[in-house]
């Protein structure tokens, strides 16, 4: 079914160490556009995110915030290297000979300099992280897609209304093109009559003169293929998946052919419906940019 491609979803799932928070907000986009951001220890999940994303959404720009709160004092990982401490030991004991310095080298004094202790976060289990996060990740997915099911369904019932209203001012020009045709026939004997006063006049001539006209004012194809797509629009709205680049292509060729039956209008009446059809396609097109 139709769904937006604007949408808010929130998901978080705990155990007794941390817990997991994903949110994830998706505009409009012609294409599929990911942004994640993530703590720097679980770097290691983007791919996964960006292909359950791409699993269940076709396009938007979506970007995605994950947070890591631990719940217990984390464990911090001291490291001794062995190989730097015996390098700064050496050249301090050569400094001592080389200017005839006592030797008075501590533990405490060579265990300050650089790099002798570096401390890091204990490794994460992986395994137990990546469960979390795909909790926490199908709760925001699973909220996202309900918001975006939900708006595209308000927007395919807004269109769908404005879709109708096309449909009565498509009927309007089809049954005011005879009319206009007899009008102009009225005028025509009127000018005839004026000019020529009560000689009589040519019905063949004035017969060509009619059919001439009327193939020129003639929007029957235009109308028929602007029901047709009305109607593949309607269709549209009840299919599956990405239907957003659709139903922008049906509403460009709905423009076209209103269009042509704007620059055939003869009549006052008939170019004010075509704009007012114009009007409903403009704004038929600006909403199915948010729709995925």
């Not at 190989?83 to 050496?90: K, M, R």
């Not at 139903?247 to 060729?253: H, T, Y």
């Not at 209103?258 to 600006?286: G, H, M, Q, Y």
């Amino acid at each position: 079914m139709t769904a937006s491609m604007t949408g808010f979803g929130r998901g978080e799932a705990f155990d007794d160490k941390r817990k997991i928070t994903v949110e994830i907000k998706s505009v409009n986009h012609r294409y599929l556009d990911i942004n994640i951001r993530l703590p720097r220890k679980m770097n290691f999940f983007e791919t996964v995110i960006r292909s359950e994303i791409k699993r269940r959404i076709a396009r938007g720009k979506i970007d995605v915030c994950v947070s890591c709160e631990d719940l217990v004092e984390a464990d911090t990982a001291v490291k001794y290297n062995k190989n730097t401490a015996e390098a700064y030991l050496g050249y301090l004991r050569s400094m001592a000979e080389d200017f005839g310095l006592e030797d008075d080298i501590r533990v405490s004094s060579l265990s300050r300099y650089p790099d002798v202790f570096t401390t890091g976060d204990v490794p994460v289990d992986e395994d137990e992280l990546t469960g979390l996060t795909m909790k926490a990740l199908t709760g925001a997915l699973d909220r996202l897609i309900a918001v975006r099911a939900k708006e595209g369904g308000e927007l395919a019932a807004n269109l769908t209304e404005k879709l109708h209203h096309m449909l009565i001012n498509v009927a309007r020009i089809e049954e005011r093109e005879p009319l206009i045709v007899s009008e102009y026939r009225a005028r025509l004997m009127a000018k005839v009559q004026e000019l020529l006063g009560n000689v009589q006049i040519d019905e063949n001539r004035l017969a060509t003169e009619l059919v001439i006209f009327s193939d020129k004012i003639c929007t029957d194809e235009e109308t028929v293929r602007l029901r047709a797509h009305i109607m593949s629009m309607e269709d549209t709205f009840k299919a599956e998946g990405d239907v957003g680049r659709k139903l922008d292509f049906i509403a460009q060729e709905m423009n076209r052919e209103a269009n042509t039956i704007l620059s055939k209008a003869n009549d006052k009446e008939t170019s004010d419906i075509a704009i007012e059809i114009k009007t409903e396609i403009e704004k038929i097109r600006e909403q199915v940019q948010n729709i995925e």
